[in-house]
């Protein structure tokens, strides 16, 4: 099992700044790609950022240009740098980690954090 662990979260003004953390239990370095995603109330879980084990990364379309996702392998940290944050942010954002290797065996599913709230105020 790999173990995420979120944190930074909280309550910011449209406008302001926020970094979220996920630790993994694991190197990431041996993880296929790491993510974060959001939930809103009422709404479905939606893929945010993603990076990949080679440093691919992708964004929604609607954060691009404001969020920037980054990965520390010596700290096995990946990392949600959120800018320019507005109301529509609002949400419980998840880190995810697909596919890891443990020894010489794939892992292939997904691992999810147990989820950190970020509230924008208008």
């Known amino acids: 099992q790999v173990q995420l662990v979120e944190s930074g979260g909280g309550l910011v003004q449209a406008g302001g700044s926020l970094r979220l953390s996920c630790a993994a239990s694991?190197?990431?370095?041996?993880?296929?790609?790491m993510a974060w995603y959001r939930q809103a109330p009422g709404k479905q879980r939606e893929l945010v950022a993603v990076?990949?084990?080679?440093?691919?990364?992708n964004y929604v379309d609607s954060v691009k240009g404001r969020f920037t996702i980054s990965r520390d392998n010596a700290k096995n940290t990946v990392y949600l740098q959120m800018n320019s944050l507005k109301p529509e942010d609002t949400a419980v954002y998840y880190c995810?980690?697909?596919?890891?290797?443990?020894?010489?065996?794939?892992?292939?599913?997904?691992?999810w954090g147990q989820g950190t709230q970020v509230t924008v105020s208008s």
């Open positions: 995810n980690a697909k596919d890891a290797l443990f020894g010489s065996t794939w892992y292939r599913k997904d691992f």
């Open positions: 694991i190197r990431i370095f041996n993880i296929n790609s």
């Open positions: 990076v990949t084990s080679g440093g691919t990364l």
